[in-house]
Protein backbone atom coordinates (compact mmCIF):
# COMPACT_ATOMS: atom_id res chain seq x y z
CA UNK A 1 0.00 0.00 0.00
CA UNK A 2 0.93 3.65 -0.54
CA UNK A 3 0.30 7.05 -0.34
CA UNK A 4 -0.42 9.57 -3.23
CA UNK A 5 0.72 12.80 -2.46
CA UNK A 6 -0.45 16.19 -4.72
CA UNK A 7 0.29 19.71 -4.80
CA UNK A 8 -2.43 21.53 -6.63
CA UNK A 9 -0.74 25.19 -6.20
CA UNK A 10 1.94 26.61 -8.54
CA UNK A 11 4.47 24.08 -10.16
CA UNK A 12 1.73 21.39 -9.48
CA UNK A 13 2.37 17.95 -9.49
CA UNK A 14 2.09 14.38 -7.31
CA UNK A 15 4.26 11.83 -5.78
CA UNK A 16 3.73 8.51 -4.48
CA UNK A 17 5.36 6.95 -1.38
CA UNK A 18 5.02 3.34 -0.03
CA UNK A 19 6.79 1.91 3.25
CA UNK A 20 9.19 4.97 3.00
CA UNK A 21 10.47 4.39 -0.60
CA UNK A 22 9.60 6.63 -3.32
CA UNK A 23 7.21 4.89 -6.07
CA UNK A 24 7.22 8.03 -8.59
CA UNK A 25 7.00 11.26 -8.56
CA UNK A 26 6.58 13.97 -11.40
CA UNK A 27 5.27 17.17 -11.81
CA UNK A 28 2.12 18.67 -14.31
CA UNK A 29 4.45 20.92 -16.25
CA UNK A 30 6.12 18.16 -17.96
CA UNK A 31 3.08 16.92 -19.42
CA UNK A 32 1.18 19.93 -20.17
CA UNK A 33 4.51 21.91 -21.77
CA UNK A 34 3.75 25.11 -19.47
CA UNK A 35 6.80 26.13 -17.31
CA UNK A 36 5.69 26.02 -13.50
CA UNK A 37 1.78 24.91 -14.75
CA UNK A 38 -0.66 26.10 -11.81
CA UNK A 39 -3.80 23.74 -10.36
CA UNK A 40 -4.89 20.94 -9.87
CA UNK A 41 -2.03 17.86 -11.33
CA UNK A 42 -4.77 15.54 -13.35
CA UNK A 43 -2.10 14.33 -15.92
CA UNK A 44 0.51 14.01 -13.20
CA UNK A 45 -2.54 11.89 -11.02
CA UNK A 46 -3.14 9.50 -13.85
CA UNK A 47 -0.09 9.20 -14.62
CA UNK A 48 0.44 7.89 -10.93
CA UNK A 49 -2.54 5.83 -10.37
CA UNK A 50 -2.14 4.08 -14.17
CA UNK A 51 0.79 1.90 -12.98
CA UNK A 52 -1.23 -0.05 -10.32
CA UNK A 53 -0.18 0.73 -7.46
CA UNK A 54 -2.60 0.24 -4.53
CA UNK A 55 -3.59 3.75 -2.99
CA UNK A 56 -4.16 3.55 1.12
CA UNK A 57 -4.57 7.29 1.38
CA UNK A 58 -3.84 10.77 -0.35
CA UNK A 59 -1.78 13.23 0.86
CA UNK A 60 -2.85 16.89 0.00
CA UNK A 61 0.40 19.66 0.10
CA UNK A 62 -0.88 23.35 1.65
CA UNK A 63 -3.99 23.73 3.73
CA UNK A 64 -4.85 27.85 4.40
CA UNK A 65 -3.48 30.92 2.70
CA UNK A 66 -2.65 30.92 -1.15
CA UNK A 67 -3.95 27.64 -1.70
CA UNK A 68 -7.41 28.06 0.31
CA UNK A 69 -7.97 31.36 -2.25
CA UNK A 70 -6.84 29.35 -5.19
CA UNK A 71 -8.87 26.52 -4.59
CA UNK A 72 -12.13 28.39 -4.56
CA UNK A 73 -10.66 30.76 -7.23
CA UNK A 74 -8.48 28.89 -9.36
CA UNK A 75 -8.08 32.25 -11.83
CA UNK A 76 -6.89 34.36 -8.99
CA UNK A 77 -3.47 31.71 -8.51
CA UNK A 78 -3.03 31.41 -12.24
CA UNK A 79 -3.20 35.33 -12.58
CA UNK A 80 -0.82 35.87 -10.02
CA UNK A 81 1.70 33.22 -11.85
CA UNK A 82 1.24 34.98 -15.38
CA UNK A 83 2.47 38.17 -13.89
CA UNK A 84 5.65 36.54 -12.12
CA UNK A 85 6.56 35.46 -15.62
CA UNK A 86 5.30 38.78 -17.58
CA UNK A 87 3.14 36.95 -19.50
CA UNK A 88 0.82 39.98 -18.46
CA UNK A 89 1.11 43.16 -17.05
CA UNK A 90 2.20 43.99 -13.26
CA UNK A 91 -0.66 45.94 -11.42
CA UNK A 92 -0.17 49.79 -11.52
CA UNK A 93 1.28 51.05 -8.49
CA UNK A 94 -2.01 52.18 -6.93
CA UNK A 95 -3.15 48.31 -7.28
CA UNK A 96 -0.44 47.08 -5.65
CA UNK A 97 -1.12 49.04 -2.51
CA UNK A 98 -4.35 48.22 -2.62
CA UNK A 99 -3.41 44.71 -3.07
CA UNK A 100 -1.03 44.73 -0.16
CA UNK A 101 -3.22 46.41 2.04
CA UNK A 102 -5.23 42.72 1.57
CA UNK A 103 -2.12 41.01 1.67
CA UNK A 104 -0.88 42.38 5.13
CA UNK A 105 -4.19 41.25 6.97
CA UNK A 106 -3.57 37.62 5.61
CA UNK A 107 -0.17 36.98 5.46
CA UNK A 108 0.34 35.31 8.95
CA UNK A 109 -2.59 33.73 8.89
CA UNK A 110 -4.17 35.03 12.87
CA UNK A 111 -5.72 33.11 13.77
CA UNK A 112 -3.63 30.24 11.85
CA UNK A 113 -7.06 27.70 13.22
CA UNK A 114 -9.75 29.04 11.46
CA UNK A 115 -7.04 29.42 8.74
CA UNK A 116 -6.65 25.38 8.74
CA UNK A 117 -10.28 24.58 9.30
CA UNK A 118 -11.35 26.46 6.60
CA UNK A 119 -8.40 25.26 4.62
CA UNK A 120 -9.23 21.72 5.20
CA UNK A 121 -12.82 21.77 4.38
CA UNK A 122 -12.39 23.18 0.97
CA UNK A 123 -9.25 21.22 0.53
CA UNK A 124 -10.66 18.07 0.91
CA UNK A 125 -13.63 19.16 -0.75
CA UNK A 126 -11.68 20.14 -3.77
CA UNK A 127 -9.68 17.24 -4.20
CA UNK A 128 -12.27 14.63 -3.75
CA UNK A 129 -14.23 16.33 -6.28
CA UNK A 130 -11.26 17.02 -8.73
CA UNK A 131 -10.01 13.22 -8.21
CA UNK A 132 -13.68 11.70 -8.77
CA UNK A 133 -13.18 13.12 -12.42
CA UNK A 134 -10.29 10.39 -12.35
CA UNK A 135 -11.37 7.52 -10.46
CA UNK A 136 -13.95 6.53 -8.23
CA UNK A 137 -11.72 4.26 -6.47
CA UNK A 138 -9.30 7.44 -5.43
CA UNK A 139 -12.17 9.63 -4.92
CA UNK A 140 -13.23 7.45 -1.90
CA UNK A 141 -9.71 7.34 -0.63
CA UNK A 142 -8.83 9.13 3.05
CA UNK A 143 -7.35 12.79 2.32
CA UNK A 144 -4.81 14.21 5.12
CA UNK A 145 -4.03 17.43 5.20
CA UNK A 146 0.10 18.71 5.65
CA UNK A 147 1.04 22.05 6.17
CA UNK A 148 2.82 24.02 3.60
CA UNK A 149 6.32 23.66 6.04
CA UNK A 150 5.74 20.63 7.18
CA UNK A 151 5.96 18.87 3.52
CA UNK A 152 8.80 21.11 2.71
CA UNK A 153 10.48 19.80 6.03
CA UNK A 154 9.02 15.82 5.58
CA UNK A 155 10.62 16.07 1.89
CA UNK A 156 14.28 16.52 3.01
CA UNK A 157 14.00 14.84 5.96
CA UNK A 158 12.60 11.27 4.69
CA UNK A 159 14.69 11.15 1.68
CA UNK A 160 17.96 12.16 3.28
CA UNK A 161 19.04 9.21 4.97
CA UNK A 162 19.75 11.09 8.32
CA UNK A 163 18.42 9.20 11.66
CA UNK A 164 18.40 12.36 13.29
CA UNK A 165 18.97 15.80 11.52
CA UNK A 166 18.25 19.22 11.83
CA UNK A 167 15.85 20.52 9.35
CA UNK A 168 15.35 23.93 7.72
CA UNK A 169 12.77 25.11 5.78
CA UNK A 170 13.09 28.33 3.71
CA UNK A 171 11.17 29.91 0.67
CA UNK A 172 8.89 33.36 0.23
CA UNK A 173 5.66 32.26 2.47
CA UNK A 174 3.62 29.07 2.65
CA UNK A 175 0.31 28.55 5.65
CA UNK A 176 1.19 31.82 7.12
CA UNK A 177 5.61 30.79 7.45
CA UNK A 178 8.18 31.72 5.71
CA UNK A 179 10.47 29.16 7.10
CA UNK A 180 10.83 26.85 9.98
CA UNK A 181 13.53 24.90 11.73
CA UNK A 182 13.08 21.24 13.75
CA UNK A 183 14.76 18.38 14.43
CA UNK A 184 14.17 15.10 12.94
CA UNK A 185 14.71 12.05 14.76
CA UNK A 186 13.79 7.84 14.44
CA UNK A 187 11.30 9.32 11.69
CA UNK A 188 9.51 11.93 13.96
CA UNK A 189 9.39 15.44 13.32
CA UNK A 190 9.08 18.45 15.85
CA UNK A 191 9.46 21.51 15.18
CA UNK A 192 11.36 24.50 17.28
CA UNK A 193 11.05 27.67 15.59
CA UNK A 194 8.68 28.80 13.07
CA UNK A 195 9.30 32.34 10.66
CA UNK A 196 5.87 34.54 9.95
CA UNK A 197 5.78 35.45 6.30
CA UNK A 198 5.63 39.14 7.52
CA UNK A 199 9.50 38.29 7.47
CA UNK A 200 10.65 36.39 4.70
CA UNK A 201 14.37 36.09 3.07
CA UNK A 202 12.29 34.12 0.03
CA UNK A 203 10.58 37.12 -0.87
CA UNK A 204 13.26 39.54 -0.25
CA UNK A 205 15.23 37.70 -2.96
CA UNK A 206 12.12 37.18 -5.23
CA UNK A 207 11.61 40.87 -4.94
CA UNK A 208 15.19 41.76 -5.67
CA UNK A 209 15.14 39.73 -9.08
CA UNK A 210 11.26 41.65 -9.99
CA UNK A 211 13.52 44.84 -9.08
CA UNK A 212 16.81 43.76 -11.69
CA UNK A 213 13.69 42.91 -14.47
CA UNK A 214 13.57 39.71 -13.99
CA UNK A 215 10.78 36.92 -13.01
CA UNK A 216 9.94 36.07 -9.31
CA UNK A 217 9.96 32.76 -8.61
CA UNK A 218 11.78 31.31 -12.25
CA UNK A 219 15.08 33.89 -12.39
CA UNK A 220 16.45 34.04 -8.49
CA UNK A 221 19.43 31.95 -10.31
CA UNK A 222 20.12 34.38 -12.15
CA UNK A 223 20.41 37.12 -9.61
CA UNK A 224 22.92 34.49 -7.53
CA UNK A 225 24.71 34.12 -10.63
CA UNK A 226 25.32 38.14 -11.59
CA UNK A 227 26.55 38.86 -8.05
CA UNK A 228 29.76 37.12 -9.29
CA UNK A 229 30.44 39.65 -11.16
CA UNK A 230 30.61 42.59 -8.51
CA UNK A 231 33.24 43.76 -5.81
CA UNK A 232 32.02 43.28 -2.83
CA UNK A 233 29.27 45.69 -1.50
CA UNK A 234 26.76 46.04 1.57
CA UNK A 235 24.12 47.60 2.03
CA UNK A 236 22.65 48.07 5.15
CA UNK A 237 18.78 48.69 4.01
CA UNK A 238 18.33 45.13 2.94
CA UNK A 239 18.72 44.28 6.75
CA UNK A 240 15.99 46.40 7.51
CA UNK A 241 13.67 44.21 4.91
CA UNK A 242 14.92 41.24 6.70
CA UNK A 243 17.36 39.81 9.01
CA UNK A 244 17.51 37.18 11.39
CA UNK A 245 17.30 37.86 15.29
CA UNK A 246 19.43 35.63 17.23
CA UNK A 247 17.83 37.02 20.86
CA UNK A 248 14.08 36.17 19.09
CA UNK A 249 14.90 33.39 16.87
CA UNK A 250 12.81 35.23 14.56
CA UNK A 251 13.62 36.52 11.15
CA UNK A 252 12.25 40.26 11.38
CA UNK A 253 11.51 42.95 9.60
CA UNK A 254 11.10 47.09 9.67
CA UNK A 255 9.20 47.47 6.70
CA UNK A 256 7.09 44.41 6.96
CA UNK A 257 7.26 41.88 3.82
CA UNK A 258 5.22 43.21 1.07
CA UNK A 259 3.59 42.44 -1.81
CA UNK A 260 6.48 41.12 -4.12
CA UNK A 261 5.58 43.55 -6.52
CA UNK A 262 5.33 46.70 -4.53
CA UNK A 263 8.48 45.67 -2.43
CA UNK A 264 10.35 45.47 -5.86
CA UNK A 265 9.38 48.63 -6.12
CA UNK A 266 10.38 49.64 -3.06
CA UNK A 267 14.18 48.67 -4.06
CA UNK A 268 14.00 50.62 -7.06
CA UNK A 269 13.18 53.72 -5.15
CA UNK A 270 15.74 53.17 -1.95
CA UNK A 271 18.73 50.92 -3.60
CA UNK A 272 18.70 50.86 -6.76
CA UNK A 273 18.76 54.24 -7.77
CA UNK A 274 21.81 54.37 -6.44
CA UNK A 275 23.87 51.61 -7.03
CA UNK A 276 24.67 49.16 -9.94
CA UNK A 277 22.48 46.21 -11.13
CA UNK A 278 25.63 44.00 -10.14
CA UNK A 279 26.79 45.43 -6.67
CA UNK A 280 22.87 44.94 -5.83
CA UNK A 281 22.69 41.61 -6.49
CA UNK A 282 26.22 40.49 -4.52
CA UNK A 283 25.03 42.57 -1.78
CA UNK A 284 21.09 40.63 -1.90
CA UNK A 285 23.30 37.70 -2.04
CA UNK A 286 25.85 38.18 0.56
CA UNK A 287 22.87 39.40 3.04
CA UNK A 288 20.78 36.41 2.43
CA UNK A 289 23.83 33.90 3.15
CA UNK A 290 24.50 35.93 6.14
CA UNK A 291 21.16 35.48 7.60
CA UNK A 292 21.26 31.71 6.48
CA UNK A 293 24.26 31.16 8.23
CA UNK A 294 23.27 32.53 10.92
CA UNK A 295 20.09 30.24 11.43
CA UNK A 296 22.19 27.39 11.21
CA UNK A 297 25.28 28.20 13.48
CA UNK A 298 22.35 28.82 16.40
CA UNK A 299 20.32 25.83 15.83
CA UNK A 300 23.40 23.34 15.54
CA UNK A 301 24.75 25.29 18.96
CA UNK A 302 21.11 24.58 20.23
CA UNK A 303 20.65 21.14 19.48
CA UNK A 304 24.19 19.59 19.36
CA UNK A 305 22.85 18.09 15.73
CA UNK A 306 25.21 18.09 12.72
CA UNK A 307 23.51 16.69 10.26
CA UNK A 308 21.68 19.08 8.41
CA UNK A 309 18.27 18.84 6.33
CA UNK A 310 16.95 21.72 3.75
CA UNK A 311 14.12 22.17 1.77
CA UNK A 312 11.97 25.22 0.18
CA UNK A 313 12.33 27.35 -2.92
CA UNK A 314 15.32 29.21 -1.30
CA UNK A 315 17.84 26.18 -1.45
CA UNK A 316 17.93 26.38 -4.93
CA UNK A 317 20.54 28.85 -4.06
CA UNK A 318 23.82 26.84 -4.50
CA UNK A 319 26.03 29.27 -3.21
CA UNK A 320 24.32 29.64 -0.10
CA UNK A 321 23.96 25.79 -0.04
CA UNK A 322 27.86 25.72 -0.81
CA UNK A 323 28.66 28.28 2.07
CA UNK A 324 26.40 26.30 4.83
CA UNK A 325 28.01 23.08 3.53
CA UNK A 326 31.36 24.71 4.37
CA UNK A 327 30.71 25.61 7.87
CA UNK A 328 32.66 23.67 10.66
CA UNK A 329 29.65 23.18 12.30
CA UNK A 330 28.20 21.19 9.66
CA UNK A 331 29.08 17.08 9.55
CA UNK A 332 26.62 16.87 6.20
CA UNK A 333 24.12 18.91 4.21
CA UNK A 334 21.83 16.97 2.41
CA UNK A 335 19.04 19.13 -0.01
CA UNK A 336 16.21 17.58 -1.33
CA UNK A 337 16.46 17.49 -4.99
CA UNK A 338 12.94 19.40 -5.77
CA UNK A 339 13.40 21.65 -2.81
CA UNK A 340 10.99 24.07 -4.49
CA UNK A 341 6.74 23.78 -3.83
CA UNK A 342 6.93 21.64 -6.77
CA UNK A 343 8.80 19.19 -4.48
CA UNK A 344 5.70 19.79 -1.97
CA UNK A 345 3.40 16.77 -3.06
CA UNK A 346 6.63 14.20 -2.31
CA UNK A 347 6.83 15.45 1.32
CA UNK A 348 3.23 15.32 2.07
CA UNK A 349 3.62 11.43 0.54
CA UNK A 350 6.20 10.70 2.79
CA UNK A 351 4.58 12.40 5.84
CA UNK A 352 1.68 10.83 5.72
CA UNK A 353 2.92 7.09 4.67
CA UNK A 354 5.28 7.06 7.95
CA UNK A 355 2.27 8.23 10.10
CA UNK A 356 0.15 5.30 8.75
CA UNK A 357 2.73 2.90 8.35
CA UNK A 358 5.69 3.33 10.27
CA UNK A 359 8.48 2.62 8.13
CA UNK A 360 11.48 5.11 8.22
CA UNK A 361 14.06 4.57 5.74
CA UNK A 362 17.39 5.12 7.04
CA UNK A 363 18.95 5.70 3.89
CA UNK A 364 19.37 8.18 1.60
CA UNK A 365 17.76 8.32 -1.98
CA UNK A 366 20.32 7.32 -4.52
CA UNK A 367 18.61 8.86 -7.23
CA UNK A 368 15.96 11.28 -8.70
CA UNK A 369 14.64 9.17 -11.45
CA UNK A 370 11.17 9.10 -10.23
CA UNK A 371 9.71 10.10 -14.05
CA UNK A 372 8.00 8.37 -16.10
CA UNK A 373 10.14 6.16 -18.98
CA UNK A 374 9.90 4.62 -22.59
CA UNK A 375 10.51 1.50 -23.95
CA UNK A 376 12.65 1.20 -27.28
CA UNK A 377 9.62 0.10 -29.12
CA UNK A 378 7.64 3.79 -27.66
CA UNK A 379 10.83 5.36 -28.83
CA UNK A 380 11.42 3.47 -31.99
CA UNK A 381 7.55 4.91 -33.48
CA UNK A 382 7.84 8.59 -32.04
CA UNK A 383 11.14 8.86 -33.94
CA UNK A 384 9.63 6.90 -37.03
CA UNK A 385 6.81 9.51 -37.12
CA UNK A 386 8.68 12.70 -36.60
CA UNK A 387 11.24 11.56 -39.82
CA UNK A 388 7.81 10.06 -41.76
CA UNK A 389 6.11 13.66 -41.15
CA UNK A 390 9.78 15.86 -41.99
CA UNK A 391 11.54 13.55 -44.35
CA UNK A 392 13.55 16.81 -45.56
CA UNK A 393 14.70 17.80 -42.65
CA UNK A 394 15.22 14.33 -40.95
CA UNK A 395 17.27 11.43 -40.65
CA UNK A 396 17.53 8.58 -37.97
CA UNK A 397 19.91 5.34 -37.56
CA UNK A 398 20.08 2.68 -34.90
CA UNK A 399 23.27 2.34 -33.34
CA UNK A 400 24.28 -0.52 -31.05
CA UNK A 401 25.99 1.55 -28.15
CA UNK A 402 24.37 5.32 -27.89
CA UNK A 403 26.62 6.18 -24.59
CA UNK A 404 29.79 5.66 -26.89
CA UNK A 405 28.26 7.19 -30.05
CA UNK A 406 27.45 10.11 -28.01
CA UNK A 407 30.84 10.48 -26.73
CA UNK A 408 32.59 9.93 -29.31
CA UNK A 409 30.43 13.30 -31.33
CA UNK A 410 30.82 15.23 -27.60
CA UNK A 411 34.84 14.66 -28.34
CA UNK A 412 34.67 16.03 -31.48
CA UNK A 413 33.16 19.24 -29.73
CA UNK A 414 29.41 18.71 -30.81
CA UNK A 415 26.87 19.28 -28.41
CA UNK A 416 24.33 16.71 -28.43
CA UNK A 417 20.73 16.61 -27.16
CA UNK A 418 20.77 13.37 -24.88
CA UNK A 419 17.16 11.26 -24.16
CA UNK A 420 17.53 8.30 -21.89
CA UNK A 421 15.82 5.60 -19.17
CA UNK A 422 13.04 7.73 -16.99
CA UNK A 423 12.43 11.18 -16.47
CA UNK A 424 14.48 12.95 -13.66
CA UNK A 425 12.24 14.74 -10.50
CA UNK A 426 13.14 18.22 -10.15
CA UNK A 427 14.55 21.25 -11.97
CA UNK A 428 17.71 19.62 -12.50
CA UNK A 429 18.92 17.67 -15.90
CA UNK A 430 20.92 14.54 -13.98
CA UNK A 431 22.11 13.08 -17.26
CA UNK A 432 18.70 11.35 -18.55
CA UNK A 433 17.02 14.59 -20.39
CA UNK A 434 20.08 16.93 -20.93
CA UNK A 435 22.70 18.92 -23.59
CA UNK A 436 25.49 17.47 -23.22
CA UNK A 437 29.02 19.24 -24.83
CA UNK A 438 32.67 19.80 -23.86
CA UNK A 439 33.64 21.65 -20.19
CA UNK A 440 36.86 22.22 -21.68
CA UNK A 441 35.54 24.90 -24.68
CA UNK A 442 34.69 28.23 -23.09
CA UNK A 443 32.77 28.97 -26.28
CA UNK A 444 30.51 25.99 -25.59
CA UNK A 445 28.73 28.26 -23.25
CA UNK A 446 28.04 30.87 -26.13
CA UNK A 447 27.00 28.01 -28.83
CA UNK A 448 24.58 26.52 -26.13
CA UNK A 449 23.08 29.69 -25.44
CA UNK A 450 22.71 30.58 -29.27
CA UNK A 451 21.33 27.74 -30.41
CA UNK A 452 18.95 26.28 -27.63
CA UNK A 453 18.96 28.23 -24.15
CA UNK A 454 19.33 31.90 -25.13
CA UNK A 455 20.13 32.84 -21.70
CA UNK A 456 21.67 35.68 -20.31
CA UNK A 457 25.77 35.79 -20.46
CA UNK A 458 26.26 35.53 -17.06
CA UNK A 459 24.35 32.51 -15.99
CA UNK A 460 26.93 29.68 -15.78
CA UNK A 461 26.28 26.21 -17.12
CA UNK A 462 26.51 23.30 -14.49
CA UNK A 463 28.36 19.97 -15.02
CA UNK A 464 28.47 16.00 -14.31
CA UNK A 465 31.69 15.01 -12.78
CA UNK A 466 32.92 11.05 -11.79
CA UNK A 467 32.83 10.60 -8.24
CA UNK A 468 36.40 8.76 -8.72
CA UNK A 469 37.51 12.35 -10.21
CA UNK A 470 35.97 14.93 -8.50
CA UNK A 471 38.37 15.19 -5.73
CA UNK A 472 40.84 16.07 -8.20
CA UNK A 473 38.80 18.28 -10.33
CA UNK A 474 36.94 20.37 -6.99
CA UNK A 475 39.35 21.73 -4.72
CA UNK A 476 36.57 21.96 -1.66
CA UNK A 477 35.47 19.04 -2.69
CA UNK A 478 33.91 16.77 0.64
CA UNK A 479 30.63 14.77 -0.40
CA UNK A 480 29.33 13.22 -3.57
CA UNK A 481 26.49 15.64 -4.27
CA UNK A 482 24.59 13.59 -7.12
CA UNK A 483 21.50 15.92 -7.25
CA UNK A 484 23.20 19.03 -8.45
CA UNK A 485 22.18 21.15 -5.34
CA UNK A 486 25.53 22.75 -4.42
CA UNK A 487 28.76 24.39 -6.01
CA UNK A 488 31.94 23.94 -5.19
CA UNK A 489 35.40 25.63 -6.81
CA UNK A 490 37.22 24.01 -9.81
CA UNK A 491 41.23 23.26 -8.85
CA UNK A 492 43.39 26.51 -10.67
CA UNK A 493 44.90 23.56 -12.58
CA UNK A 494 41.55 22.24 -14.14
CA UNK A 495 39.85 25.83 -15.02
CA UNK A 496 40.31 25.48 -18.52
CA UNK A 497 39.29 22.17 -18.71
CA UNK A 498 36.26 22.62 -16.81
CA UNK A 499 35.86 26.55 -18.21
CA UNK A 500 32.49 25.79 -19.87
CA UNK A 501 30.59 24.53 -17.18
CA UNK A 502 31.90 27.00 -14.40
CA UNK A 503 31.48 30.86 -13.29
CA UNK A 504 33.37 33.99 -13.32
CA UNK A 505 34.12 33.33 -9.90
CA UNK A 506 35.87 29.58 -10.78
CA UNK A 507 32.95 27.95 -9.56
CA UNK A 508 30.37 24.89 -10.85
CA UNK A 509 27.14 23.51 -9.92
CA UNK A 510 28.48 19.65 -9.99
CA UNK A 511 26.22 16.29 -10.17
CA UNK A 512 28.56 13.94 -8.89
CA UNK A 513 28.04 10.51 -10.61
CA UNK A 514 28.35 7.64 -8.59
CA UNK A 515 26.86 4.02 -10.28
CA UNK A 516 22.90 5.23 -9.95
CA UNK A 517 22.71 5.91 -13.95
CA UNK A 518 24.93 3.13 -16.23
CA UNK A 519 24.51 4.17 -19.38
CA UNK A 520 25.53 8.42 -18.46
CA UNK A 521 28.48 7.26 -16.63
CA UNK A 522 29.39 5.13 -19.36
CA UNK A 523 29.21 7.83 -21.59
CA UNK A 524 31.53 9.92 -19.45
CA UNK A 525 33.64 7.29 -19.12
CA UNK A 526 34.51 7.34 -23.14
CA UNK A 527 35.03 11.05 -22.96
CA UNK A 528 37.75 11.07 -20.33
CA UNK A 529 39.36 7.91 -22.16
CA UNK A 530 39.57 10.58 -25.19
CA UNK A 531 39.88 13.94 -23.62
CA UNK A 532 41.40 13.12 -20.22
CA UNK A 533 39.10 14.63 -18.00
CA UNK A 534 35.50 12.58 -16.67
CA UNK A 535 32.95 15.71 -16.93
CA UNK A 536 31.15 16.97 -19.38
CA UNK A 537 28.87 20.27 -19.18
CA UNK A 538 24.87 19.31 -18.35
CA UNK A 539 22.46 21.33 -18.90
CA UNK A 540 18.63 20.94 -19.04
CA UNK A 541 17.19 19.27 -22.39
CA UNK A 542 14.21 22.24 -23.13
CA UNK A 543 13.66 24.86 -25.23
CA UNK A 544 14.02 28.18 -23.22
CA UNK A 545 11.25 29.50 -21.46
CA UNK A 546 9.45 25.46 -21.71
CA UNK A 547 10.02 22.14 -19.38
CA UNK A 548 12.10 20.01 -19.35
CA UNK A 549 10.86 17.38 -21.90
CA UNK A 550 9.53 14.60 -20.58
CA UNK A 551 8.23 12.34 -23.87
CA UNK A 552 9.89 10.81 -27.22
CA UNK A 553 7.58 13.33 -28.77
CA UNK A 554 8.98 16.38 -26.61
CA UNK A 555 12.79 15.63 -27.30
CA UNK A 556 11.99 15.55 -30.72
CA UNK A 557 10.12 18.75 -31.08
CA UNK A 558 12.90 20.47 -29.30
CA UNK A 559 14.90 19.17 -31.92
CA UNK A 560 13.38 20.40 -34.54
CA UNK A 561 12.39 24.11 -33.07
CA UNK A 562 15.91 24.88 -32.38
CA UNK A 563 19.54 24.62 -33.60
CA UNK A 564 20.79 21.51 -32.33
CA UNK A 565 21.40 19.27 -34.69
CA UNK A 566 21.90 15.53 -33.25
CA UNK A 567 19.37 13.93 -30.61
CA UNK A 568 20.55 10.83 -29.02
CA UNK A 569 17.47 8.82 -27.85
CA UNK A 570 17.46 5.51 -26.34
CA UNK A 571 19.53 3.18 -29.20
CA UNK A 572 18.43 5.81 -32.27
CA UNK A 573 20.77 8.66 -33.25
CA UNK A 574 18.27 11.51 -35.07
CA UNK A 575 19.76 14.02 -36.76
CA UNK A 576 19.01 16.77 -39.06
CA UNK A 577 19.65 16.68 -42.70
CA UNK A 578 21.85 19.03 -44.23
CA UNK A 579 21.08 21.40 -46.82
CA UNK A 580 23.47 23.21 -49.35
CA UNK A 581 23.88 26.53 -48.39
CA UNK A 582 22.85 26.41 -44.99
CA UNK A 583 23.95 29.30 -42.85
CA UNK A 584 21.56 28.64 -39.58
CA UNK A 585 18.59 27.42 -37.32
CA UNK A 586 15.31 27.47 -37.71
CA UNK A 587 15.20 30.58 -35.88
CA UNK A 588 17.00 33.43 -37.35
CA UNK A 589 20.07 32.04 -38.82
CA UNK A 590 22.75 31.18 -36.38
CA UNK A 591 26.32 31.44 -38.58
CA UNK A 592 27.31 28.13 -39.46
CA UNK A 593 30.55 28.70 -37.69
CA UNK A 594 28.33 28.84 -34.18
CA UNK A 595 25.85 25.84 -35.12
CA UNK A 596 26.57 22.61 -33.10
CA UNK A 597 28.22 20.77 -35.68
CA UNK A 598 31.33 23.01 -35.94
Known sequence: MAVLGIGDAHDSGAAMVGNGSVVCAVNEERFTRNKNEFGFPYDSVRHIHGLGQDTDAIALAWIGGNALISRLVPR??????????????????????????????????????????????????????????????????????????????????????????????????????????????????????????????????????????????????????????????????????????????????????????????????????????????????????????????QWIEETGIHNVAVAGGFFSNVITNMMIERLPEVKSLFVFPHMGDGGLSLGAAAGIDFMLNGKFNARQIESAYFGPSYTDGQVGKAVNEAVRENPQELEYEEVSDPARHAADLIAENRIILWFQGPMEYGPRALGNRSVLALPSDPENRNRINLIIKKRPYYQPFASTVLEEDAEELLQDYAHANRFMTGANVVREEYRLAMSAASHVDHTTRPQILGDENPMYRRLIEHVRRMTGTGAVLNTSLNKHGKPMVMRPEDALWTLMNTGADTLVIGKFVVRKRKRIGQSGDSEGGIPARQTATE
Not at 231 to 242: F, N, S, V
Request: aromatic share 8%; charged share 25%.
Open 76 to 297: WGSLRRRMWRREVPKPSRIGMHLSNLAYRLIQDQHPRKMWELAGAYVGMRTVRKRLGGISKELAGKKVYMMEHHLAHASSAYYTSGFKEALVITLDGAGDGLSGTVSVGSNGDITRLAEFRASASLGILYGAATIACDMRYGEDEGKLMSLAAYSYPKRIDELARICRYDARSRQLVSDIGTRNEFLLAEYMKDHILSHVEREQFAYAVQAHVEEQVLKIVK
